[in-house]
């Protein structure tokens, strides 16, 4: 005898099993952190979902559950943080053990067990720097803010425009010379190349700044592990605070794909040697490397809101460019 199902049946039946299969999803996907290496624990983990913009803080010990955004939220346990996420959304962690910061991006698909190594990164003036680990490399996830060379002499902050454009000798300074806290934390300070290059150092303990061929393993790896991102540029850079723009594939369209590497390159802008005048911050990020590549110049990279590609060229050592340092091996 043949059976006959009408259409709402069907539809039931559709709905059931697509309500429980996000039912299964949700219940599948837990994240519980776990701190290895000199530090046996973590205090908290800051948890973003950069494609909806929504943060979660997990303390010490408390465990992760994500929910499909579909799924009726349950009633929540002690030692469990629930948070909405789609399969597909891209998830910044950002631990913290004391002062140290470590930098976590994630796409999970099942539930799993997140390693957090605590690499310490601080400079003379006492500021500790986020780091990521990408591929073999540790980089510091933030701009350098440091005034001082590491035996302590000052690095000369040159406010006016005339004393930038004439220094032929290591100098720094704030985009428009702001001392704002939120700024300085968020784009770090502009170095010309002859502070970069100085014998006394201005990387913090333990890291140096990159040569030209570190940029390049660095751009290697993740132009071949791009994740949630369209382009490598993309992929460095940070998911906020860049200038909007149309074309896709670039930095500054949609802007929640950025940043699946976790280095998190900030649009510092840059001052020019010409006149002295700060330029183009949200545009720009420009990175100084410690290679030198002519008498005038070194080599640099540039990011750029508006393109797909990383520029890599020679920069005019009295140009004012941002830094960023790598771990010694």
Known sequence: MKKYYNRNSIAILLVFILSFSFRLYAKEIRITFQSVGVKSSYDSVLVLNQNTNAEVKLL??????????????????????????????????????????????????????????????????????????????????????????????????????????????????????????????KYGRLYNWF??????????????????????????????????????????????????????GTIGKNMEQNNSSGFTAMPGGFRSYSNGKFLHIGDYGYFWSSSENQSQGAWVRGLDFRSDIIAGGNGCKLHGYSVRCIKNK
């Open 60 to 185: 010490n010990s408390q465990q992760l559950i994500l929910i499909d955004t579909l799924q009726k939220l349950p009633t929540t346990h002690s030692g469990e943080v629930e948070m909405v996420c789609n399969e597909n959304d891209q998830l910044v962690y950002k631990a913290f053990s004391g002062k140290n910061t470590t930098i976590i991006i994630d796409t999970p698909k099942k539930s799993k067990l997140v390693l957090l190594n605590f690499i310490e990164c601080v400079d003379i003036d006492g500021n500790h720097y986020a780091v990521v680990k990408i591929g073999t490399q540790w980089w510091m996830a933030e701009n350098l803010r440091v005034t001082k060379y590491n035996n302590g002499d000052l690095i000369p902050n040159m406010i006016s425009s005339e004393s930038w454009r004439v220094i032929n000798t290591g100098a720094q300074c704030s985009y428009l010379n702001s001392e704002n806290y939120d700024t300085l934390h």
């Open 195 to 248: 502070a970069v290059s100085d014998k006394r150092k201005l990387a913090p303990k333990g890291w140096h700044v990159p040569s030209d061929k570190e940029f390049i393993v660095l751009e290697t790896y993740v132009s071949y592990n791009l994740g949630n991102s369209t382009s490598t540029p993309k992929a460095l850079a940070s998911s906020h605070d860049w200038n909007k723009y149309r074309k896709i």
